[in-house]
C-alpha cells in the first residue's frame, strides 16, 4: 500500500509546489498620476539608428534627460504601416486600416479629414474602419478608445487626426500643421497627438533629412508644452519591409534616466505601442477601459547607464539583431528540417541491418566505422537547436556577414557537444549518449532561463520582439527543448533506480522542471508548465512499465487539472493588470469575449501549421517513428521493453509537446523542436539495442555452461550489462541477453545464476 500512494502523495506534491511557483509574482507598482497634460509625439519610421547630436539634438537632449526604450510597433497588420501605427496608438489594441494592401512595402493611403467648423475635424471612413476592426478582425479593438477616455484631446496632423478620432470621427480640435505658437492648442486639453512626420528609405542622407526636420518640429512641442506635462516620442510604425524596432522616450515628472518597460513585454528597455495608450491616461490618473485595451501601462525603471552613448548602444543592437534573426532563422530550420530527413532515411537501412543474424548465412553487418559515423551524426543533429541556442553568446549580427558567422559559430559548439558527448563517461551504453544529449539540452535553456533568458530574445531558435508575442522568459522553442530534455533526464535518471522509485524521480526532475518553466520569476509560461505538468504525469504513471491503464490515466489527468484549477483560481484573484494568459483568457470567458481568443488562437496555429519548417521536423520525426522504429525491426519497442522509464519519458514528451503546442497557439512547432532532440536520440539507441539483440552472456570464471568449459567464457558485454543494469524487476529486461521472450533462464540454473551474479555486480558498480 505504501509503494502505491507514495507516488500518489509525491504526485501531489508537486502539483502543490507548481501552484506556488506559478501563483509568486515579482512585486509591482500599480502605475500613479504624473502629469496634468501629456503629449504623444509620433514619427513614423524612426530608428535609434536615426539618433545622434547632430542630426536630432532635440531628441538626443530628451533622451538624455528622460527615459528610453525599444518600441515593437505590431498592429492588426503586418508590416505596421503609418496609418495602422496611428490606429493602433488611438486603440490601445492592435487595429488595422481596412481597404486592400499588397505584400510588399506600405501603400500610400489618404485619410480624408474634414474640418466643417474650422475647430475640430471628422473622419468620414471612421466608423467603416470600427466595423472592419470589430466584425472582420480578431482582437476586438476599438479605434478611438483613447480620446474617449479623456474630456477633450488635441490632434495636429493627418496621422494625429487617425489616432485621436472617436470612434464616430469626431476630432476634438485639429490642426493640419503644426502652429508657430503650439502652446495654445497644446494647453486647450490634456491629451495632445502630434504628427511630425516620416522617416522613411534606406538612403542614410535622405532618412537623416528627414529625421532634422521632424526634430525640428519637436523642438517646438517641447518648447510650447504645458508645465507639469508628459511628453512621449515614439516611431510609431514601419514604412517598409522589413519590420524594425522603433524609438520610444518619455520625458517629463518621475521620468527621469531610466529604461522604459511595461507588464506585456517584461523585459526592461522594451514596450509596445499597444501601451502608449494605457501609458497616457495611468499619466493622467484617468481609468482605464480594460476591455478594451490590451496594452498596459509603461514605467521606469532604474539601470540605465549614465552616458547616453552608451545607453542607445542597447536599443541600437537589438535592432540590429532582430534584423538579423529575421533572416537567419528562416534558411537555418529549413537546412534542419531537410538533414534531419536526410538522416532518417540514412539510418533506415542501418535499422533493417543492425540485428545480427543467427544463421551461418545471412547479410553483412555494416561496418563499425559506418555505425560510429552515424551516431555521431545523430547526436549532432540533436544538439543543433540547443547550439543554436547558445550561440548567441557571441554577437554574430554585428559581422558584414551575420548568417556565415551564426553558421560557423552554431557548427563549431554543435562539434564541440558531440565530442563531449562522445567522450562522457558511459558513452559506451546504450542510453549513454541519450543521457548525455538530453542533459545538455536542458541545462543549456535552464542556464538561459535561470540568467534571464537573453539568448532568447532575438535568438534565432528564440523569439522576435518585433512579432510582438513574447518578450521575456521561454519561448516556443526553447519550452520544446526544455520539456524533451528534462523528461528524457528524469527518465534516465529512473531507469538506474529500482522499479519502485522510478515515479518518484520522474516526478522530483519533472516538478522542478515545471517550476523553472512557469515560475513568472523564470520562464513565465503557465501554459507550458500546465503541458509539462501533464506529461510528467503520463511518465510517472508508466515508468515502472506496463500500459496506461485507466486508473494511471486517471491520476496522470487529475495532477494535471489540479494544477490547472490551482493556477487559474489564484490568477483570476489578482487585478486585471497583473494576470496571465490563464487569467485573462477566463475572464474574457465571463464577460462573453472569449470567443475572440479562441478564433485567434485557433488562427495563429492554422498559420503556424502551414508556415513554419518545425512542422516539418515534426511530421518527419513521427513518421520515422511510426514506420521505422516502432516496427518489429526498428528496435524502439524492444528497447521500450528493457527500458520502461525511457518509453515513459518518450510518452510524456509527446504529450506535453502537443498540448503546449496547440493551447499556446503555436501549433506543431514546440512539438517539432522537442522531435529535434527525441527522434535522433531514439533512433541512436534503437540501433545499439538491435546490435546487442543476439548477444551471449558467458560466465568470466566458473563451472561449464552453454557448452563451454569453466574459465573460457567472454566477460559480459555492453548488451548484457545494460540488461541487467536498470531492469529491477521487469521480466523482459531481467532475463539473460540470449533468452527469448517469456523465458528467465529455465531450467538451466547456470544461466538463471548467471543472470542474478551479473545484476547484482551492476548493482554493486551502481551504488
Not at 502523495?9 to 506556488?20: D, F, P
Not at 485639429?174 to 502630434?194: E, H, K, W
Not at 526636420?213 to 508628459?230: E, F, G, Q, T
Amino acid at each position: 500500500m505504501l509503494r502505491r500512494v507514495t507516488p500518489v502523495l509525491l504526485t501531489l506534491l508537486v502539483v502543490v509546489l507548481g501552484v506556488a511557483a506559478l501563483a509568486a509574482r515579482p512585486a509591482g507598482e500599480a502605475p500613479r498620476r504624473t502629469a496634468d497634460f501629456v503629449v504623444l509625439a509620433g514619427v513614423a519610421g524612426l530608428r535609434w539608428d536615426d539618433v545622434d547630436p547632430q542630426t536630432t539634438p532635440t531628441l538626443w537632449r530628451m533622451a538624455q534627460e528622460g527615459s528610453i526604450g525599444s518600441l515593437s510597433v505590431r498592429s492588426a497588420h503586418r508590416p505596421t504601416c503609418p496609418v495602422d501605427g496611428w490606429l493602433t496608438l488611438g486603440a490601445g489594441n492592435f487595429a488595422a486600416w481596412n481597404g486592400s494592401r499588397g505584400t510588399g512595402a506600405c501603400p500610400p493611403v489618404g485619410v480624408t479629414v474634414e474640418q466643417p467648423d474650422g475647430i475640430g475635424a471628422n473622419l468620414p471612413d471612421q466608423e467603416g474602419v470600427v466595423q472592419h476592426n470589430q466584425r472582420r478582425l480578431s482582437w476586438g479593438a476599438v479605434p478611438g478608445s483613447l480620446s474617449e477616455s479623456v474630456r477633450c484631446s488635441v490632434a495636429v496632423g493627418p496621422g494625429a487626426a487617425v489616432a485621436a478620432a472617436r470612434p464616430f470621427g469626431r476630432v476634438d480640435r485639429y490642426a493640419a500643421v503644426l502652429p508657430d505658437d503650439p502652446a495654445p492648442l497644446l494647453g486647450s486639453c490634456v491629451l495632445s497627438i502630434v504628427d511630425l512626420g516620416t522617416v522613411s528609405g534606406e538612403d542614410p542622407a535622405a532618412r537623416a533629412a528627414q529625421a532634422r526636420r521632424a526634430d525640428a518640429d519637436l523642438a517646438r512641442v517641447l518648447a510650447a508644452r504645458p508645465p507639469r506635462s508628459l511628453v512621449l516620442v515614439a516611431g510609431v510604425s514601419d514604412t517598409d519591409l522589413p519590420s524594425r524596432l522603433h524609438v520610444a522616450v518619455a520625458d517629463g515628472p518621475g521620468w527621469e534616466r531610466g529604461w522604459l518597460t511595461s507588464p506585456t513585454t517584461g523585459r526592461e528597455g522594451y514596450l509596445q505601442l499597444v501601451d502608449l495608450a494605457p501609458t497616457a491616461l495611468a499619466a493622467l490618473g484617468r481609468p482605464m477601459p480594460e476591455r478594451l485595451f490590451l496594452g498596459r501601462p509603461a514605467v521606469s525603471v532604474d539601470g540605465r547607464p549614465g552616458d547616453l552613448p552608451s545607453a542607445l548602444a542597447a536599443p541600437a543592437d537589438a535592432d540590429r539583431e532582430s534584423a538579423a534573426q529575421r533572416r537567419v532563422a528562416g534558411w537555418f530550420f529549413a537546412l534542419l528540417a531537410g538533414a534531419q530527413v536526410l538522416l532518417a532515411l540514412a539510418v533506415l537501412p542501418l535499422l533493417r541491418r543492425a540485428r545480427r543474424h543467427a544463421g551461418p548465412v545471412g547479410p553483412a553487418p555494416v561496418p563499425r566505422r559506418v555505425v560510429a559515423a552515424v551516431e555521431l551524426l545523430l547526436v549532432a543533429a540533436a544538439l543543433a537547436v540547443p547550439a543554436a541556442l547558445l550561440a548567441d553568446v557571441v554577437p554574430w549580427w554585428r559581422g558584414e556577414h551575420a548568417g556565415w558567422w551564426f553558421a560557423t559559430v552554431t557548427a563549431l559548439l554543435v562539434v564541440g557537444g558531440t565530442a563531449a558527448v562522445r567522450f562522457a563517461p558511459g558513452h559506451a551504453s546504450t542510453l549513454g549518449p541519450l543521457g548525455a544529449v538530453a542533459g545538455l539540452a536542458a541545462l543549456v535553456v535552464a542556464a538561459d532561463v535561470l540568467t534571464g533568458a537573453r539568448l532568447q530574445l532575438n535568438g534565432v531558435v528564440g523569439y522576435s520582439a518585433l512579432q510582438g508575442g513574447r518578450f521575456a522568459g521561454l519561448g516556443t522553442i526553447g519550452l520544446g527543448v526544455f520539456i524533451a530534455g528534462s523528461l528524457l533526464c528524469a527518465g534516465w535518471l529512473a531507469q538506474r533506480v529500482r522499479r519502485q522509485w522510478r515515479p518518484m524521480v520522474v516526478v522530483a526532475v519533472g516538478g522542478l522542471a515545471a517550476v523553472v518553466v512557469g515560475s513568472p520569476y523564470l520562464g513565465a509560461d503557465s501554459v507550458g508548465a500546465i503541458a509539462l505538468t501533464a506529461g510528467v504525469s503520463v511518465a510517472a504513471a508508466i515508468s515502472t512499465g506496463g500500459w496506461l491503464t485507466v486508473s494511471r490515466l486517471v491520476w496522470a489527468t487529475m495532477a494535471g487539472l489540479a494544477l490547472t484549477i490551482g493556477y487559474a483560481v489564484i490568477d483570476l484573484r489578482r487585478p486585471a493588470t497583473e494576470r496571465g494568459s490563464l487569467g485573462r483568457f477566463l475572464a474574457a470567458l465571463g464577460d462573453g469575449t472569449g470567443g475572440l481568443t479562441v478564433h485567434r488562437s485557433s488562427s495563429a496555429n492554422f498559420e503556424t501549421l502551414v508556415n513554419s519548417p518545425l512542422t516539418v521536423l515534426a511530421l518527419a520525426g513521427a513518421l520515422l517513428v511510426w514506420f521505422a522504429l516502432l516496427q518489429p525491426w526498428g528496435g524502439l519497442m524492444r528497447l521500450f521493453g528493457i527500458y520502461p522509464a525511457m518509453r515513459a519519458a518518450m510518452a510524456g514528451t509527446a504529450v506535453a509537446a502537443v498540448i503546449g503546442g496547440a493551447l499556446s497557439g503555436s501549433a506543431l512547432d514546440v512539438a517539432g523542436a522537442a522531435g529535434a532532440l527525441v527522434v535522433p536520440m531514439a533512433a541512436l539507441a534503437a540501433l545499439r539495442v538491435l546490435d546487442h539483440s543476439t548477444d551471449r552472456t558467458q560466465p568470466v570464471d566458473g563451472g561449464p555452461a552453454n557448452g563451454r568449459p569453466a574459465g573460457s567464457g567472454r566477460a559480459p558485454d555492453r548488451g548484457a550489462l545494460d540488461a541487467a543494469a536498470g531492469q529491477d524487476g521487469d521480466p523482459a529486461a531481467e532475463r539473460p541477453a540470449d533468452a527469448p521472450a517469456g523465458d528467465d533462464g529455465g531450467g538451466d540454473p547456470a544461466r538463471r545464476a548467471l543472470g542474478r551474479d551479473v545484476r547484482a555486480s551492476t548493482e554493486v558498480a551502481t551504488a
